[in-house]
């Protein structure tokens, strides 16, 4: 950085700011106690103190420009302090918080010398929206900087007036669907777009490119005028319908209204700034005190909780994997430790379907890597191994052959006398018990599961289960393998179905006993898509097969002697995979009979059949199968896709139930 001349404002915690030997104010962001930088309420009230230092510096001449960085060395800034929306209760609330940003934003904008912001890894929301109220923006090429609007994962949308900024840069269409899809945008398609002016390749070339923007007084040029059009009536109104129609494909106004309400927004103000900006505070109150957005919020924070469940100063950094079993789940685990930066060597008794699990990876690959070098050297890591040779070397062993106890049993005694000290070992079984397979091994302590669900790449979690025997530091580094790997890990008791299984068991079959009584399989896939399922029951099983639904039905317990489940898996007729199973399957989408459903009805059908998934989920906490109750909303949310919005089945459960009267001497 440059030479500080002079350092006004000492007293600043979560900043540092200084005038250097030109007269440029640099404000450095580097919040107290904290490894990433978040828009809280400390440090925008120092961003206003530094900003009078700036209006009155530029008054008396002494300051010549602006600049805003980020004092981490990764990342500029995250978003707004989610923590702090806890104590937002009402609307008055929200729009007392909203007024001073979208002021202090205002003059950071009028200033009257340049306000330059230097950007390097994320810029997220708010720190998108405050990068936008600068007069120009620079950010570096580095991979890891990513520039976004994931508000609407959040069930609100940018409200630090960043929708006017957005639309006026970038123009309505490319601002709209950034700010529609909460997509993150690399520096180059941020720079394509116009959120971003210019680009340097290095964190280290930030400061040189700004001082030189200040002196050069460089300023950003808002959107063109053909762009500009998009924003005037009728374009606006026919554009505005356009987006409804493609988020309504994505998702339901009922459940999702953010991306619905931004829409309206726009399609009432867009192109009238100062209108629009109003109007924006006014449409994000009600999103922000919502129920929904509330549980979404819940969401994030429970992805945090998992990510907890790895500890973090084991000072183990898991490298090599060797996976046995290259099936449906073994090639697709390996491939995705391989796109997570790992050296996996891949196990079969069958040569020729390593092959082709290997083969299968190659569209993940070339979603994950951006370059053929990068590319190449993914697959260079993906290593065929059908002697187990890399069984000495791994770090992490994981098992994913045929579902049977004693070829299981035989393949883990192996391993065992092969594996390196301090190595993990663990099973993929989804239905037998650990400590049945590790019977058979001189140090059952040592195994671990690693339950990974289908598709690997699409499903988040991976539930790290324990033994009776299982040792707490093996699960202490499975856990943080998952960690390694981008997983969110869970850790459960070794009971059958474990936590995840458990709850959607007695939900499907459920479903699958009312259509046996007369109920369309299209009412009700219908119903608990209703209700917030991002599937249908039938449609589910139909997915994950016939022969494993009967399986786990055999293994739970459950009565399937006679029923169309039994009947059709043992006429070949698995499901999707089979091209039919309670439905027939064409080009990868079941063949639904179309119908009107009565949105009432389906309602009080939709709740009728999560009502399994939830009483099951209470019998898990109560049975101590995860440590505690948000442990198991952040589950089943993470390992079924439970409606996000719905905070979770306990939580949901609770928000259902009503609440005992409070007698008049506790309440006093
Ligand atoms: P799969 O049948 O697709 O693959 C099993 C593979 O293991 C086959 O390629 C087979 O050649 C290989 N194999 C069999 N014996 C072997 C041996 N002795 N040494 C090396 N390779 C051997 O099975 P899938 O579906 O991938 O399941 C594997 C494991 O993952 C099972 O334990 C299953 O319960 C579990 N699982 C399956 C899920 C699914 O949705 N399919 C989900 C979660 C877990």
């Avoid at 922000?288 to 979404?296: A, F, G």
């Avoid at 951006?370 to 290593?383: F, G, N």
């Avoid at 919005?645 to 306990?650: A, D, K, V, Y």
Wanted: aromatic share 6%.
């Amino acid at each position: 950085m440059f030479k500080a001349v002079s350092r006004p404002l000492p007293d600043l915690k979560d900043w540092r700011f200084s005038v250097d030997q030109w007269g440029i104010a640099w404000a450095e962001l580097d919040r107290e106690g904290e490894s990433q930088n978040s828009l809280g309420r400390r440090p925008l009230e120092e961003l206003a103190e530094i900003v009078a230092a700036v209006e009155t510096g530029a008054r008396d001449k002494s300051i010549v420009g602006l600049v805003l960085i980020s004092g981490k060395e990764r990342g500029f800034i995250v978003g707004a302090d989610i923590r702090e929306f806890a104590d937002i209760k009402t609307e008055t609330d929200v729009v007392e918080r909203l007024r001073p940003v979208t002021a202090l934003f205002d003059r950071i904008e009028n200033l009257p010398v340049p306000v330059v912001c230097a950007i390097n890894g994320f810029c997220l929301g708010g720190g998108l929206e405050l990068a936008l109220a600068c007069h120009y923006r620079i950010a570096t090429r580095d991979p890891s900087t990513k520039l976004g609007f994931p508000e609407v994962k959040l069930g609100i949308f940018p409200g630090f007036n960043g929708t006017v900024r957005a639309i006026r840069q970038a123009g309505a269409p490319a601002a709209m669907q950034t700010m529609l899809t909460g997509r993150m945008l690399s520096a180059s398609a941020a720079r394509g777009m116009g959120l971003v002016d210019q680009l340097v390749d290095t964190r280290g070339a930030l400061p040189w490119a700004a001082r030189k923007a200040v002196l050069r007084k460089r300023k950003s040029k808002p959107a063109g005028f053909v762009k500009q059009l998009l924003t005037k009536w009728p374009v606006r109104g026919l554009l505005a319908s356009r987006m409804r129609s493609e988020v309504a494909r994505k998702a339901r106004e009922a459940h999702y209204p953010s991306p619905y309400r931004l829409i309206d927004l726009f399609e009432q103000y867009a192109g009238n700034d100062e209108a629009m900006k109003a109007a924006e505070t006014r449409a994000f109150a009600p999103l922000m005190v919502s129920e929904r957005s509330r549980n979404l919020r819940r969401v994030f924070w429970l992805s945090e909780l998992l990510k907890g469940q790895a500890p973090k100063t084991l000072g183990w950094r898991p490298q090599r994997v060797h996976v046995i079993g290259a099936g449906t789940m073994g090639a697709d685990i390996a491939g995705w430790c391989v796109a997570s930066g790992m050296e996996v060597t891949l196990q079969d008794v069958s040569p020729e379907q390593i092959a082709k699990g290997i083969a299968a990876q190659g569209k993940l690959i070339a979603r994950k890597f951006k370059t053929k070098a990068q590319r190449d050297a993914a697959k260079a890591r993906l290593i065929a191994d059908p002697g187990g040779e890399g069984i000495a070397r791994a770090d992490v062993v994981i098992e994913a052959i045929v579902e049977k106890l004693d070829i299981k049993k035989t393949v883990l005694a192996d391993v065992e006398g092969k594996l390196k000290a301090g190595a993990v070992m663990a099973t993929n079984t989804s239905s037998l018990q650990i400590e049945d397979i590790a019977a058979g091994l001189a140090d059952p302590g040592r195994l671990i599961g690693l339950h990974f669900f289908n598709p690997v790449s699409l499903m988040p979690l991976v539930e790290v289960v324990r033994g009776e025997q299982s040792r707490e530091d093996e699960i202490k580094r499975g856990a943080a393998f998952v960690a390694a790997i981008d997983k969110l890990p869970l850790i459960t008791k070794s009971v059958p179905g474990f936590l995840v299984n458990r709850v959607l068991t007695p939900y499907m079959f459920g479903a699958m006993k009312r259509l046996q009584e007369g109920e369309s399989k299209e009412r009700i896939d219908e119903a608990a898509r209703a209700f917030g399922m991002p599937m249908g029951p039938i449609e589910l099983a139909d997915t994950v097969g016939l022969d494993v639904c009967a399986h786990v039905a055999k293994i739970l317990n459950y009565p399937s002697a006679g029923s169309a489940l039994e009947q059709l898996a043992a006429a070949g007729k698995l499901g999707k995979k089979t091209g039919e199973g309670f439905y027939v399957w064409q080009a990868g989408k079941p063949v639904r009979d179309p119908r009107r459903t009565d949105p009432q009805e389906m309602e009080e059908l939709g709740r009728a059949l999560i009502k399994p998934l939830i009483e099951e989920a209470q019998k898990c906490l109560d049975a101590g199968i995860v440590e505690n109750a948000d442990l198991v909303d952040a589950g089943v949310i993470f390992g079924t896709g439970f409606a996000p919005f719905r905070g979770g089945p306990l939580h949901y459960k609770a928000s259902i139930t009503p609440q005992p009267p409070v007698h008049a001497e506790a309440a006093e």
